[in-house]
C-alpha cells in the first residue's frame, strides 16, 4: 500500500455534501476495473474527509444519511463502484494510450474507406485522430465513445462502416483445419462438396477482408478459393 503523499483522493457528492478518502491509486484502480476481488490494502487513511487536501474531516450525521453506515469499508465500496477517483499523470497517460490504441483497432476492423471500399491504414487512422484533437474519456468504453469519436473524423477520414460476404472454397486437405477459424468470423452457410472440398460464406465487417484472406491463405497454404459477394 502506498504513502499518504501518494495517495489519490475518491470522492462522492450528494445532497450538498462531498466526501473524500484517500486511497492507493494502483489498488483502487484494480478493484473498479475488476482486477482486484477484495477492498484490503486500498485505504490509505482510515478518515472520511470532506474536504482531504485541507484535512477536513467529514461530519458523522451527513455521512450516516448519505451511506446508511459509518462502516468505512463499506464506504469505500460505495464510493469507488458510484464515485469520482483522481488520476495520477501516469496513469491518465496509460489509460488514454491504451482507449486510443482500442478505438483504433475497432476502426481498423471495421471501417473502410467508402471511396476505394478498402481498410484505412492505421497510421492514417491515427493521423485522423491527431488532427481532429479528439479528446478521449479513459474511463468510457471504446464502442460507448466511438459514435461522437466517428462524427468528428468523418470531417477529416471518409468512413463507411458495412458487412461484406465471402463465398469459400477450401480443399480437402486443409478443410478440417479451417473450420472452426471461419465459424469464428461468422459462418452464415456452409456445405460439403463431394470431393470433400469445404465450401462456406463469412460476413464479416469491410475492414477485417485483409486480415480474413491473410490468415486464410497461410491455413492453407495459398490453396484456398475466394469470392467478393455482391450485396
Known sequence: MTTLDKAIIASYEHGGNRFELY????????????RKPDLKNILVSEEI???AKKGER???????????????????EFILKNGEIQLTTEQRKKKLEEKRKQIVAILLREAIDPRTNAP???????????????????????????????????LILPLKFEKIRIAVKISP?????????????????????????FI?????????????YDRVNKLTNGSVETKLLKQ
Not at 486511497?23 to 475488476?34: I, N, S
Not at 467529514?58 to 446508511?68: L, R, Y
Not at 497510421?123 to 474519456?137: H, K, P
Open 58 to 76: 467529514a461530519k458523522a450525521e451527513p455521512v450516516q444519511k448519505t451511506f446508511g453506515t459509518s462502516d468505512i469499508v463499506k464506504i469505500l
Open 200 to 212: 462456406a460464406v463469412v460476413e464479416i465487417f469491410g475492414g477485417m477482408q485483409g486480415e480474413f
Open 49 to 51: 474527509y470532506s474536504d
Open 173 to 197: 486437405l486443409y478443410a478440417h483445419k479451417c473450420y472452426s477459424v471461419l465459424k469464428n468470423y461468422g459462418m452464415m452457410q456452409e456445405e460439403w462438396a463431394k470431393d470433400g472440398s
Open 120 to 154: 484505412h491504414t492505421q497510421l492514417r487512422i491515427e493521423n485522423a485522430l491527431d488532427e481532429a484533437r479528439i479528446s478521449l474519456d479513459p474511463f468510457k468504453d471504446p464502442r460507448d465513445q466511438l459514435p461522437d469519436i466517428i462524427k468528428e473524423l468523418r
Open 23 to 34: 486511497v492507493d491509486p494502483d489498488a483502487a484502480y484494480a478493484y473498479k476495473e475488476g
